[in-house]
């Protein structure tokens, strides 16, 4: 097994970076996503396996980041969701302009 956190790898998506660097922005991705993932040496071009990889974490003290949610894991916004927080943030006079602007649009 590999223990050398200045090893060059390459992480498929991300380029080449040292094996702690590697391991680190894995356990950063959903879970998904980090079984998707993979790692190869740069020496020898051999893949890492997942065991080895959460090994190699747990052995550094790296934890994973199970509560992260991907871009691609997260359901897509109705317009309506859209509108609806960007009035419960707005303040009260935007608001008001806002609503007298329908008014005056839905009257013509």
């Known amino acids: 097994m590999t223990s050398d956190p200045e090893e060059s790898v390459r992480l498929q998506g991300y380029g080449e970076m040292t094996l702690r660097t590697a391991v680190e922005t894995l356990m950063l991705l959903a879970p998904r996503e980090r079984s998707e993932a ?63 602007v329908g008014v005056l649009v839905a009257r013509r």
Do not use: C
């Open 38 to 100: 993979a790692v190869f040496r740069v020496r020898d071009d051999v893949r890492l396996a997942q065991s080895e990889i959460a090994e190699l974490a747990s052995s550094w003290g790296i934890e994973p980041a199970p509560n992260v949610r991907s871009p691609r894991l997260v359901p897509e916004q109705r317009w309506q969701d859209v509108v609806r927080g960007m009035v419960r943030e707005a303040p009260l006079p935007s608001l008001m302009v806002a609503f007298l």
